[in-house]
């Protein structure tokens, strides 16, 4: 996936050179005679060839702007789109906890102590590596959590974030059956001003079907109620305009809205390839943690052990699922296995807040080239 990512930006990257070398052809006036003459005798390498190579490269920027992918991004609202279009991987943290275990590392507030909002927002944004924030809290309840984050986003915006800097994604209760339950959250969780949506312990495609019309509203042919709440306000946007946009990429090329799903239990797999083949969704999990709890026992000792080739192949399982319906395929990844996740096929990770999180974004970056 990484190859073809790099071999498609290698030819998009000729075919925008021929068109710079037939726009400069074409050039004249006071700019193309201010351009330097080439020289024979300067070398690939030499000090005159760079500093001419440089003048072309900032008179050529001045006259025909920016390559058409750059006004494109500039335009998005959600940066992780953005990456996704040009084939990057995409790496994000969990948002740093209120409260710190006693003797770990945590900025703010003393060590056992609850942060302040304001606490926990400064280090969000005091980290700018990480392709977006992720919450967990209302994996059982949106209804529990809902205050809480909200009051968190109400605190990164007071600090200066928006979802161009600090995408949210957040986990969503289990959809199940009951659809009615499931669009009034998910209708919270948009208000608040998320980006993404993650549907956990998904088993069925109608549940994913369910899960991203209650994502878009009815104009695009979904179920979400009228309302944005707050959501504008963190975006940046007027409430129209949010309306406009607030629609689920890649199913609308417009679209700010991201769907993650995650499928973690015996069912779920069975009906994987039905699951990824529902359109909309934007990138799809195996519930690394859940499915390892799932394929453990307990041995005579009391001990828990992990079927370490049941687990993997259930991985493996989940991801060639999103390789036959070519979806991004995210994991839950450390620094001791990013990398071979990388070259399996995974783009999308998420790590914990702390030291640890940060040296495996840094090394994830570092082997995508970003």
């Not at 990484?2 to 998009?12: I, K, N, Q």
């Not at 490269?57 to 953005?82: C, E, K, W």
């Not at 056992?112 to 944004?125: D, F, N």
Request: aromatic share 8%.
């Amino acid at each position: 996936m990484m190859h073809d990512s790099l071999s498609r930006r290698t030819c998009g990257a000729n075919s925008d050179r021929q068109f710079l070398i037939g726009r400069l052809a074409g050039m004249r006036g006071p700019l193309y005679r201010a351009l330097p003459p080439f020289d024979r005798r300067d070398s690939l390498g030499g000090k005159a060839m760079r500093f001419k190579l440089t003048i072309v490269a900032a008179a050529l920027a001045m006259v025909i702007g920016p390559p058409s992918g750059h006004a494109q991004s500039a335009q998005r609202l959600n940066p992780m789109i953005t990456l996704h279009e040009q084939g990057m991987p995409v790496f994000g943290l969990y948002a740093p906890r209120a409260r710190t275990a006693r003797g770990r590392r945590g900025g703010g507030a003393t060590a056992g102590q609850p942060k302040s909002r304001a606490e926990l927002a400064s280090e969000i944004l005091g980290y700018g590596s990480s392709d977006f924030v992720f919450d967990g809290s209302m994996e059982r309840s949106v209804d529990d959590a809902l205050s809480a984050f909200a009051g968190l986003v109400g605190a990164m915006q007071a600090a200066g974030a928006s979802t161009r800097s600090n995408p949210l994604v957040v986990k969503m209760q289990e959809i199940g059956t009951d659809y009615d339950a499931a669009r009034a959250a998910i209708a919270k969780q948009l208000d608040a001003g998320v980006s993404t949506i993650m549907f956990v312990g998904v088993e069925s495609a109608e549940e994913v079907r369910q899960g991203l019309a209650a994502m878009r509203f009815a104009s695009n042919g979904g179920t979400r109620p009228d309302a944005v709440g707050r959501a504008p306000a963190y975006w940046g946007v007027s409430d129209a305009e949010y309306r406009r946009k607030a629609d689920l990429w890649p199913l609308n090329p417009e679209g700010e809205l991201l769907n993650w799903t995650i499928v973690e239990s015996h069912e779920g797999l069975a009906h994987v390839r039905e699951i990824a083949a529902v359109e909309g969704i934007g990138v799809l999990w195996p519930g690394a943690g859940t499915l390892r709890g799932l394929f453990s026992s307990t041995n005579a000792a009391g001990e828990r052990t992990l079927d370490v080739e049941a687990w993997e192949n259930s991985i493996q399982t989940v991801l060639a699922a999103c390789k036959e319906f070519d979806i991004p395929c995210g994991y839950p990844a450390n620094a001791s296995d990013i990398e071979m996740r990388m070259q399996q096929g995974f783009s999308v990770f998420v790590m914990g807040w702390g030291e640890s999180g940060f040296a495996t974004v840094d090394l994830g970056r570092r082997v995508a080239g970003r």
